[in-house]
């Protein structure tokens, strides 16, 4: 028999819908049944293709004597923490304040009133490495919550207090400095890995906001070094395209095999760019071939972008990537098998568990190489699939419209930029409440569950980089309504930056801001960086002065540790730039506008097509008939070009 999750969209809650445990989604049901009862709510956070996830669903929410004694002594509520980041991010920050640690998944006591007294993240069914059994920390939780309450009443008002910091941040009265983001460079100079790319040691993230960063202020090695290394290694799928979400090693050997969309929308353009500045034709083969896996086995029929794969199959982590040398030898003949061998790193040994190969790059492509990955290629899709989370997330999806249109226009993909477009149209069109208002989920055939600051954020920036490959004045249009939507709903008047949530959004223990960029740009980054951009287009001071309000939140922190907040320092980057304003108009303007897709302009907005578009394009007129550029700081423009060659040079 079902429990209450049998009713919900999200895969993850789906997953656990015939569990014994009497899980609740979160709701008003849920928290009035741990009022009227007195008892403590346990808050099960995860995601779809977290494995350990999976593994602490086997041997534990599975068992009906352990669900027992969670249906008991609790009200246990199961969390998509990809659906609801506002708990899943109040609850993290009471694990990492409790614990000194954090990750998925995420189990967390909360009292009826929903503060967290008690938080940790994985426990085995038997006690183990240390770690108390799950059955041992129920029981724990329960008796303190029966016989010690007032210890627990004691320390309520410290961890509200705890959960709203982000919220009381001030202003800082230094000026944003462009020496600061010099500092945040060499920050990241100094724990650079040389050896590997990247930063830090094992597990290894992509860093995808801090390459950035570091490719618009015109730093190269650790940039692409960094990119480098990521496409050579095992974090890179080398037979089907797309990244995993993180490598268990130092090296980018070894994976963790779930995929994410973000990852890839973020990575993809992260490629793009150190092309435009490098011409390795590596970096434009692995953006096209991510941006390819995408569109292959992660777009919907709608034309939005489905959210993760697994890193199971068959109940075995990375079953459906990893390759014996012996299927290897079976697939591939002659001369081509010892290239494939040599090229992939593969051997009897293997780099991953039980003999098991995970394929990298090492040396020069071989000539077969083409050939060898379509052969391993078409074996591997006759395998048993990972798990597809289909669920689609404005946030994600918004993130994946930036890329292909980015990437559209600088490669000439018309295909990269109808997908783009299709996926904007379906965002505004199919995830709206019925009173107009943005929406985070949709899944099969239903939006639900209001957006939150991301959504907007990451939202305002596609449609600005969508109106700048299109000209479509419709794309315009709905970032400026986004922009005002943002702040009005979000924006915190007294300090400045933005909530996480919406001004109507339901009442939880505490009202946050979302600052860190990692993994993903934070909503806050992104909707700063938006603003500036659309200041820029449009000559409006007020989007800018917001955009500024949360620079000066966290401008002179995030210069100090730049590899938690790339994206920010990205947005401070462009705002002290001499921003180039470019309005191309005219009939047959492809070759301007080559001029400027071709390479890598990070402090450039682009306006053109009908003249109802941008503001930027009021007053610019055809030079003789002939199509002509006006490159502009602050809207005062130089005179008009109409060759290729004078506007490179103005560029």
Known sequence: MSNRLAGETSPYLLQHKDNPVDWFPWGEEALARARERDLPLLVSIGYSACHWCHVMERESFEDPEIAAVMNERFVPIKIDREERPDIDALCMEACQAMTGRGGWPLNAFLTPDQVPFYAGTYFPPEPRHGMPSWRMVLLGVADAWENRRGEIDEQRARIVHALSASARIEPASEPIRSELLDDAVENLRATYDRAHGGWGGAPKFPPASTIELLLARGEREMSLGTLDAMARGGIYDQVGGGFARYAVDRTWTVPHFEKMLYDNALLARAYLHGWQVSGEERFRRVCSETLDWALREMRGAEGGFCSALDADSEGVEGKFYVWTLDQLRELIAGS???????????SDRGNFEHGLNVLEAHGPEPDALPQIR????????????????????????????????????????????????????????????????LLRTWKDGRGRLGAYLEDHGFLLEALITLYETTFDPRWYR??????????????????????????????????????????????????????????????????????????????????????????????????????????????????????????????????????????LLEGRTPVDGRAAAYVCEHFVCRAPVTTPEELAAAL
């Open 374 to 437: 379509a052969t391993l290629f078409q074996a591997r899709s006759a395998r048993v699939r990972p798990g597809l989370d289909d669920k689609r997330l404005t946030s994600w999806n918004a993130l994946m419209i930036s890329a292909l249109a980015d990437a559209g226009a600088a490669f000439g993909r018309p295909d990269y930029v109808a997908a783009a477009v299709a996926c904007a149209s379906f965002v505004l069109d199919g995830l709206r409440d019925d009173q107009g208002r």
């Open 478 to 615: 709905e970032a400026v309504t986004l922009a005002d939507t943002i702040i009005a709903r979000f924006s915190d008047a007294e300090r400045g930056g933005f909530f996480t949530t919406p001004d109507d959004h339901e009442r939880l223990v505490a009202r946050r801001k979302d600052l860190e960029d990692s993994p993903i740009p934070s909503g806050n980054s992104a909707a700063a960086f938006g603003l500036l951009r659309l200041a820029s287009l449009s000559g409006e001071g007020r989007y800018e002065r917001h955009a500024l309000g949360v620079l000066r939140l966290m401008f002179v922190l995030a210069a100090r540790h730049p590899h938690a907040f790339g994206h920010l320092l990205r947005a401070a980057d462009f705002y002290l730039a001499p921003v180039r304003e470019v309005a191309i108009v005219g009939p047959d303007a492809d070759a301007l506008l080559d001029v400027v897709r071709a390479d890598y302009h990070p402090h450039l907005v682009l306006a053109g097509g009908p003249a109802d578009g941008a503001p």
């Open 336 to 346: 081509s098998f010892d290239a494939a061998v040599a090229y992939f790193g593969a």
